[in-house]
Nanobody, 129 residues
Framework: QVQLVESGGGSVQAGGSLRLSCASS????????VGWFRQAPGKEREGVAG????????YYADSVKGRFTISQVNAKNTVELQMNNLKPEDTATYYC??????????????????????WGQGTQVTVSS
């Protein structure tokens, strides 16, 4: 059973923008730590951005700082990822996940995918040069 649904991916040229959305009909996303991750072919899944319950704290990987913004949209029960100034190295399948195991401190500090679960099917982002 798919518990999270990602959408908003697409193909853009370098320098373009996309806005990804993570939705759930089961969980209240503002009540748990939600992370955005990405996985390129042949590479491990990596944490991109995270947001704490209530939205008071955010995390960004160094590679996306200043370009990506994560936010909660409570009216839609979504967590969204605004991606600007996209680069070819941002090409990947993007997934959102909920903190499901371990301490929240460890999950936030490491953004290790093993601390997260309830994955959706992902949304593909392709950036051409």
């Amino acid at each position: 059973q798919v518990q999270l649904v990602e959408s908003g991916g697409g193909s853009v040229q370098a320098g373009g923008s996309l806005r990804l959305s993570c939705a759930s009909s089961i969980y209240t996303l503002s009540s748990t730590y939600v992370g955005w991750f990405r996985q390129a072919p042949g590479k491990e899944r990596e944490g991109v951005a995270g947001i704490s319950p209530g939205g008071g704290s955010t995390y960004y990987a160094d590679s996306v700082k200043g370009r990506f913004t994560i936010s909660q949209v409570n009216a839609k029960n979504t967590v969204e990822l605004q991606m600007n100034n996209l680069k070819p190295e941002d090409t990947a399948t993007y997934y959102c996940g909920l903190h499901t195991r371990g301490t929240e401190i460890a999950a936030i500090a490491t953004m290790d995918p093993r601390f997260f679960g309830r994955w959706g099917q992902g949304t593909q982002v392709t950036v051409s040069s």
